[in-house]
C-alpha cells in the first residue's frame, strides 16, 4: 500500500472551480451546435409570437434559467448589541446648553 491509512496522495484536493474532462468536453460540444442554432431559434421564436404571445412568452421564460442565474434570497443576520456613539454624549450636553441659553435669552427678551 503506498499510502498509510487516512492519507491521500493529493491532501489539498482538486482546486476549486476544476471540471473534469468530460464535462469541459459536453460544453465545448453543447455550444458548437448552439452557435449553429441561433438563426433557427431566432426565427422559431419570431414565429411563435406572431402565432401566440403567451406562448412566445413561455418559450422565452424558459429560456432564462440558461441565460441568467436564479436569484436566490440571503437571510443575514447580525448578533451586536446597539450602542451609542461616543460623541453622542457630549453632544446632546451641547443641545442641552444651547437650548437652555435660547429659553433664557427669550425670557429675558419677553421681560
Known sequence: MPFKKGQ??????????AGDKVTAEARALFIQIMEGEVGHIQDSLDGLRH???????????GLFPYFM???QELAVSMDIQPTEPSW????????????SELLSDSNKASK
Do not use: M
Not at 51 to 61: C, G, I, Q
Not at 88 to 99: A, C, H, I, P
Open 88 to 99: 453622542f454624549d457630549e453632544v446632546l450636553e451641547r443641545t442641552d446648553q444651547k437650548s
Open 69 to 71: 442565474p436564479k436569484q
Open 8 to 17: 491521500s496522495g493529493n491532501p489539498k484536493g482538486r482546486p476549486k472551480g
Open 51 to 61: 402565432e401566440s404571445a403567451d406562448k412566445y412568452l413561455k418559450a422565452l421564460s
